[in-house]
Each structure stands twice: as structure tokens, then as C-alpha cells.
């Protein structure tokens, strides 16, 4: 029922924005207090910078998986999915399996944790850099699966 919610009040603050006026602004921090009031402060910082549409955040949080994407074997390969925020935000997550070990046991419904690098797309984000730096010049990030670290 909540996602529901949170869907719906977000849609209806895009539309009354659409339509100009105060109206819209109002409707916006209304809801946006009352997402921050229910969701976890990792979402809150997530669905602000989707809001600002920022880049080159880091970010952690956890999420449920939605869809598995395909694996990326052009160039540097990348394990891709969508994970599903309590908030309903979705992050596109693009895990670096060159650098990284691939998590063979995810599945749809999975609970995953990530600390990564944030890069803002209409679509809710993307978080990638979920693995080491060998050359130590950007932070190091992970992502966290069924009790195993992945970085």
C-alpha cells in the first residue's frame, strides 16, 4: 500500500509541477516530507539526488532485486540489474566483473546492499563503481549478497 502511495503522490506532484502555479510547489514538499518521514535516510539521500539530478555521489543502500539485465561483455563487462528501493525508486546497478566477481546466485526478490557511485538518469539512477579501484584514485564500493561482499 505504501509504494502505491509514494507512486502516486510522486505522479501527482509531476503532474501539478507540469501545470505551473504554487499549487504544485506545495503538493511537492508535502510529499516529499512525508516519504522522508517513512523511508530510510540512504533513500532519502537517493531520491534527493534523483530530484537534483545529480552525478558522481557516493551513496549506499539496500534494495530489492527487479529485473536481470543482460551481462555487458563489450568492452569492460558489467553485471547489470534493477533494484527497487523501499521509497519505489529504482537504481540501475552496473557491477564491474572485470574487476569484481559476478554474483551468480542473484535472482529476482533478492535483498541487495550497495555502496557505489551515484549518477542520476530519468529513469531513478545508476549506481556503479561497486568494486575496488586498483590504482587507489577512487573510492572502493561493493555490493552486499545472501552474506558475501562482492568489490
Request: proline letters at 1%.
Amino acid at each position: 500500500m505504501f509504494m502505491k502511495k509514494v507512486i502516486f503522490t510522486l505522479f501527482l506532484a509531476t503532474m501539478l509541477q507540469g501545470c505551473g502555479g504554487d499549487s504544485g510547489e506545495d503538493v511537492q514538499h508535502e510529499i516529499t516530507e512525508e516519504i522522508q518521514n517513512e523511508i530510510s535516510s540512504d533513500d532519502q539521500m537517493l531520491l534527493t539526488a534523483f530530484q537534483n539530478k545529480e552525478n558522481n555521489l557516493q551513496v549506499n543502500g539496500k534494495g530489492t532485486v527487479t529485473v536481470l539485465l543482460e551481462t555487458d561483455t563489450s568492452g569492460t563487462q558489467h553485471q547489470k540489474f534493477i533494484i527497487q528501493l523501499a521509497s519505489g525508486q529504482t537504481l540501475l546497478v552496473s557491477h564491474n566483473i572485470d574487476l569484481a566477481p559476478m554474483i551468480n546466485s542473484l535472482k529476482i526478490g533478492d535483498a541487495i546492499e550497495f555502496y557505489g557511485e551515484y549518477e542520476w538518469n530519468d529513469e531513478g539512477g545508476l549506481i556503479h563503481w561497486t568494486h575496488n579501484d586498483p590504482s587507489g584514485e577512487h573510492i572502493d564500493g561493493w555490493l552486499f549478497h545472501d552474506g558475501l561482499f562482492y568489490g
